[in-house]
């Protein structure tokens, strides 16, 4: 009775090792999925936030040459305008006598 139960105990506790491998087998397996994650996951966030960074940069590009190119617009606008007065006032000819002495008195 002693061999026998010695067997069986042992061929149980075999048993039990072998579940024991399985499940380790299994969780290791389980881990190796998730061990990729990590990589998978940053590798799809900076396809993405390629993607968004550049739709974003035109935006903001776009934006940015629009409000300069307002600004640009103006200076050019009252340095033509400038540009005009100064044309006409030499097409005019010369000024009266009269016209320096009236802007001494308004200043």
């Known amino acids: 009775p002693d061999k026998r139960c010695q067997r ?3 061929s149980g506790l075999n048993a039990m090792a072998a579940r024991a491998a399985a499940a380790i087998d299994d969780i290791d397996a389980a881990f ?5 994650l990590e990589e998978h996951f940053l590798a799809a966030g900076y396809a993405e936030g390629t993607v968004r960074g550049a739709a974003s940069g035109q935006d903001d590009g776009r934006r940015l040459g629009c409000d300069r190119g307002r600004e ?3 200076e050019l606008g009252r340095f033509r305008g400038r540009i ?3 044309n006409a006032l030499v097409a005019a000819g010369p000024a009266p006598r009269h016209l320096p002495e009236r802007r001494a008195h308004q200043r």
């Open 8 to 10: 069986e105990r042992s």
């Open 72 to 74: 640009l617009g103006r």
């Open 84 to 86: 005009d007065m100064l």
């Open 32 to 36: 190796d999925g998730a061990l990729g």
